[in-house]
């Protein structure tokens, strides 16, 4: 006991920490580490029981996890002997040193995402586009937000960029409109195949009454006339009714109804001299 009792007493080499010192910033980083574990997990589950969104439970509880390893990071270099007050200022000294360098692009991350949590342009589940990325949010963090697309893909994007770009949110509306083009011949039916599109969205049964549907021309193309489908939907089956009518509408209008939707064409004139 003796002989442990001069061995955590003695310096380790090339320093002035004491090795009992070492064993107890260390004891200090794994407990205090467990510790803000247990706190944050705590913390995450009162929140889970208050009316706060999702993505901003978990901003707060990434922002608090923070802080506490801060703190047990602080605690642990006291434990060495140093004085916490020169630390603290020695950090302070380099973070003026980094910000000289570019910290500025970190700083506005962290302000960006403070925003996005506060104002929740976005929510996680939603599907936005954003500088460009589609996908489904995933996680918005301190300083990035987290995307995954439909093929799996995982997109992280700084704060600064989401909060500084336009922002294409499919989801956040309770219901969207579904269009879908289609192509007719200058020599087919116009009124019969507005009535058949008609009558295709009336009879799909997550097509909404209210917005009424409804079949305009918009555009006199070289080789066909062009309709477009407009049928409001509920947001969550927009992807199934948008697939299920560019099935129908080609099965009834070629198939069933005699419509021609036609292939681009050009009709060539040879003169003969």
Request: aromatic fraction near 8%; glycine fraction near 6%.
């Amino acid at each position: 006991m003796a002989n442990l009792d001069v061995l955590v007493s003695q310096n380790i080499p090339y320093t002035d920490i004491i090795i009992a010192q070492l064993l107890t910033a260390l004891m200090i980083l794994i407990v205090g580490w467990t510790i803000s574990k247990i706190i944050v997990s705590i913390f995450k589950r009162r929140l889970g029981n208050t009316k706060l969104p999702e993505l901003i439970a978990e901003f707060l509880a990434s922002f608090l996890s923070v802080l506490l390893y801060v703190m047990v990071i602080l605690l642990a270099v006291g434990a060495l002997g140093f004085h916490v007050n020169s630390v603290v200022l020695g950090l302070s000294a380099i973070i003026g040193l980094v910000l000289a360098f570019g910290m500025q692009e970190t700083l506005s991350n962290l302000a960006a995402g403070v925003w996005i949590a506060i104002f929740r342009p976005i929510d996680k589940e939603d599907v936005v586009d954003i500088s460009g990325k589609t996908g489904k949010v995933d996680a918005i963090g301190i300083m990035a937000t987290e995307l995954l697309t439909y093929d799996n893909t995982f997109i992280t994007i700084p704060n600064n960029l989401v909060w500084g770009s336009p922002m294409t949110n499919y989801t956040r509306m309770p219901t969207r409109r579904v269009d879908v083009g289609v192509g007719i011949s200058y020599g087919s039916d116009l009124d019969k195949a507005v009535k058949v599109a008609m009558n295709l969205m009336k009879e799909h049964s997550m097509v909404l009454e209210d917005p009424a549907s409804a079949v305009v021309t918009t555009e006199l193309a070289d080789s066909s006339v062009n309709l477009q489908l407009r049928a409001w939907v509920n947001t969550e089956d927009y992807w199934t009714v948008k697939n299920d009518l560019t099935n129908r509408i080609l099965d009834t209008f070629n198939r069933e109804e005699g419509i021609e939707i036609p292939y681009p064409q050009m009709d060539v004139h040879l003169k003969k001299e």
